[in-house]
């Protein structure tokens, strides 16, 4: 196996299958053998070794932050800041996706299909949520598809952030693009 390598600061998120055969009883259920584990690696290799290089971020069979007692059950690539904080999107056992972000042992619900879609009017919702963004002050910025009464090709994708704290429209395709005196 392969050891992992250092990048000039980069920090590396590692996703790794764990088989776990004597621990399986202490599992809940829906994990069964296989779980699915988010680990951060430190940025820093060599520094960080000897201490405790990986953490959890979530695991598959997991309760989700921010969730009425929903299950993370399929876990996709995150992305990392300089800060330690992680922002990632996930399957839940009901089907629905999100985005959470934070640092890993305090993460919360950026987003879920299915929420209002802010800056959109009534009625409209994110429909398919893609990878996020992180920048170095933990603010999130994602790409999503919208649902909803009134949408079409021409005007179903938008660009959101939670920058400034509150999760709020930056563009939507069809729509006047600002300063551009409606050209």
Do not use: M
């Not at 971020?57 to 996709?76: E, I």
């Not at 933990?138 to 939670?162: A, C, H, M, R, Y």
């Amino acid at each position: 196996e392969d050891e992992p390598r250092q990048f000039l600061r980069i920090p590396i998120c590692i996703i790794l299958e764990y088989t776990f055969s004597s621990w399986r009883s202490n599992l809940p259920r829906s994990t069964r053998h296989l779980v699915l584990a988010l680990l951060l690696f430190l940025p820093t290799f060599q520094k960080v070794a000897a201490a405790n290089p990986y953490q959890v971020v979530a695991l598959t069979g997991q309760q989700a932050p921010g969730t009425d007692q929903a299950r993370y059950n399929k876990l996709y690539t995150p992305t990392l800041n300089e800060s330690g904080q992680v922002a990632f999107g996930a399957t839940l056992e009901n089907g629905a996706d999100g985005l959470w972000s934070g640092i890993p042992s305090q993460l919360r619900l950026v987003v879920r299909e299915g929420d209002s879609a802010p800056g959109t009017p009534a009625g409209l919702f994110f429909d398919r949520i893609l990878a996020p963004n992180l920048n170095d002050a933990g603010e999130v910025t994602f790409q999503s598809t919208l649902g909803g009464p009134g949408v079409t090709n021409d005007n179903k994708d938008g660009i959101w952030t939670d920058a400034g704290g509150l999760l709020h429209l930056v563009a939507r395709t069809g729509s006047v693009a600002p300063n551009s005196n409606g050209k």
